[in-house]
């Protein structure tokens, strides 16, 4: 009897992962989209875009940094595969064995799809870039169209997925760090991109939202490839007693 509550409370612990990811994953999408369809209709810069690159830009020290953090996004799928590598490693040394990583696979294929529709949103939206008239310092000058920032987007879907399934091997603390540098390593992207002029702060917000949204559906695939093996396997495992 024992056996079977906790396989009641396991299934209805997965169900419950399954709805805040969804939830997760149309918050973020639809915010991203209310926010293209604002970019898109009035056109880069947005109300305040003009003075927070600004202030990014005042310390010209930040430039150097940012070139060196720029590069985790100038290589996207290298920063991919890196994080892919991690995750599983992670997920190895967690004592999670080889079917355990079929999740991971699944969710870094939908990962690259997403990667790989960066630049098709942007000529939809089709929102300009800062320029070196409007009085900005442009230090990076790739791309055409600004919406949503491919950089802070890529990085920021490589290192949630990363630890999203790195601290699914590890104990609550280590999973809050593996986390903690998931949102580090997002936010200095996107910051980065502001500094070197490449987008205005709205492009890296959107890129943002879409990360945030792309991870939750990413986790949701990989629930899903996961199937009923890891809900009995979920089920199946007795808590630690402490002795």
Known sequence: MDDLGEMGSSAGGARGVTWRLAAIAVAALGAFSALAVVVAVEKAPLPGDRWLLGELQEPGWLVEPAKAVNLAGDHEFVTLIAAFGIAVAAL???????????????????????????????????????????????????????????????????????????????????????????????????????????????????????????????????RVAGGPAREQAGAGRKPRRDR
């Open 92 to 222: 190895g040394r967690g004592g999670v064995g080889v079917g355990g990583a079929r999740p991971v696979v699944a969710a870094f294929l939908v990962a690259v799809v997403f990667l790989s529709l960066d630049q098709e949103i942007k000529k939809l939206v089709e929102s300009p870039r800062p320029t070196a008239a409007e009085g900005f310092t442009i230090h990076d000058t790739s791309g055409t169209f600004g919406y949503p920032s491919g950089h802070a987007f890529s990085v920021t879907v490589a290192a949630g997925l990363m630890a999203a399934f790195a601290a699914r091997g590890s104990g609550w603390q280590a999973g809050g760090a593996w986390w903690a540098v998931a949102v580090a390593a997002g936010a200095t992207q996107g910051l980065a991109r502001v500094i070197l002029g490449a987008h205005w702060p709205s492009d890296v917000v959107g890129g943002w939202l879409l990360a945030a949204g792309a991870v939750a559906l990413c986790m949701l695939v990989g």
